[in-house]
């Protein structure tokens, strides 16, 4: 695709689960931010400032237009990835209107490890519930009363998804619980699975949808109402006086204020909405080709006969080892034929290793970039490896 003409000929870049490669449209916004109107965003009175806060405004909007959800019940704040977005989500939450905080088994370290943290700092048990192999939640085998839970709603390992999303929102909002969705992989070619579920937070990394480093919280107006302030400075007060202030996010047009401590990445923002326009206009055939890319490589891994293959279903994220081959000497074998891959276990480290036993990983991650010769080149290299 021309968004992509800066990838050399044979470069196969195969780790869009790790960060998305950037569209030029999405280079030149923030290009253009640093060399049109380099300012800080909401706080300026001078031309250039003006132009960013429309840009930064525009972006929320889009970001809830790309989730269909309603700027009446929900806000965008921005912040460094997913990993801080939930960090900051549980580190301000007031424990004591809860009973436990739940996780899953094939989470990420992000949710999984921030879920153990709090549970460690607020003595409030922690429970890993165990996903069903399609990614679905079993809703009978638990009980939300009163509970915290995050978890993904797309694996980074196999892509697979909470089936069973809506369900599992009605069943935690009924039980007085709060649920966090860690949409960090979901966003680049799965978003339907989450889009328009009322969930209490979504946090995503816009860095793995094709757009710059970035973190987003999308949170639901009444999550204010069990979150603490801990994490405070510039740009979230509208009055400081010797001993008290005035929160800006209490103003519903300033809500997104509330987890946007000091100076934000305005460009970075600005990159985003230039993003989320690119999807949008993005054509059709764009789409069918990384679907006609993903199911050719995943026949192709399905089907040879030294390869363990984790997926079950087709996906753009798909991981595998090889029988007696280390991953990683597969992936600097790669490497020197220009294929980027991963390898090891994707911070997943306590399903794929401690649950499953499984050895070392190689990751391919396919985004809108890849090209059908890069199949054809993964095939045969990867031949050669195997055989
Ligand atoms: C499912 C999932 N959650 C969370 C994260 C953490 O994202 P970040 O490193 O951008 O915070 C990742 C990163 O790969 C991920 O795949």
Redo the contacts with the bound molecule.
């Keep these: 695709m021309e968004d992509f003409d800066y990838l050399g000929d044979g470069e196969v870049y195969l780790d869009g689960?790790?960060q998305s490669l950037r569209p030029r449209p999405v280079i030149d916004a923030i290009n253009n931010y640093y060399s049109e109107h380099n300012s800080c965003g909401e706080r300026v009175k001078y031309k250039w400032g003006r132009v960013t806060d429309e840009k930064v405004e525009a972006t929320r909007e889009k970001v809830l237009k790309f989730l269909k959800l309603k700027s009446k019940k929900y806000t965008v704040s921005f912040t460094l990835?997913?990993?801080?977005g939930i960090n900051l989500i549980l580190n301000q939450i007031k424990a004591d209107k809860f009973n436990k905080i739940m996780t899953s088994d094939i989470e990420?370290n992000?949710p999984f490890l921030a879920s153990l943290a709090f549970s460690e700092r607020t003595g409030l048990p922690r429970e890993v519930m165990v996903r069903n192999d399609d990614g679905s939640i079993d809703l009978k085998k638990y009980d939300f009363k009163k509970a915290i839970v995050v978890v993904?709603c797309a694996?980074?390992f196999d892509g697979r998804k909470l089936l069973n999303i809506n369900e599992l929102e009605k069943a935690v909002h009924k039980a007085g619980g709060i649920l966090i969705i860690?949409a960090?992989?979901a966003m680049a070619h799965s978003a339907d699975i989450v889009r328009g579920v009322e969930v209490d937070a979504i946090c995503f990394?816009a860095?793995k949808l094709y757009a710059p480093s970035l973190?987003v919280i999308v949170w639901k107006d009444e999550l204010d109402d069990v979150l603490d302030v801990r994490f405070i400075g510039g740009g979230m007060v509208d009055d400081v006086d010797k001993e008290k202030y005035v929160l800006s996010a209490n103003n519903k047009e300033h809500r997104y204020t509330r987890f946007e401590s000091g100076l934000q990445a305005w460009g970075e923002i600005v990159g985003l909405g230039a993003a989320l326009d690119w999807l949008e206009k993005l054509p059709k055939k764009d789409w069918q080709n990384l679907e006609k890319n993903t199911k050719e490589l995943f026949d192709f891994l399905n089907s040879s006969k030294k390869v363990h293959l984790i997926n079950k279903e087709p996906n753009p994220t798909m991981s595998f080892y090889i029988e007696g081959l280390d991953s990683h000497l597969v992936g600097e074998a790669l490497s020197r034929e220009n294929i980027m891959a991963r390898t090891g276990y994707f911070?997943v480290h306590y399903y794929l290793d401690h649950v499953k036993g499984f050895p070392p990983l190689i990751r391919f991650s396919l985004g809108l970039h890849n090209r059908p010769e890069d199949i054809e080149k993964i095939k045969k290299v990867l031949g050669k490896v195997i055989n």
Excluded: E, K, V
């Design positions: 689960a790790c990835n997913t990993t801080y990420h992000s993904n694996s980074n860690d960090a992989q990394s860095h973190g911070c």
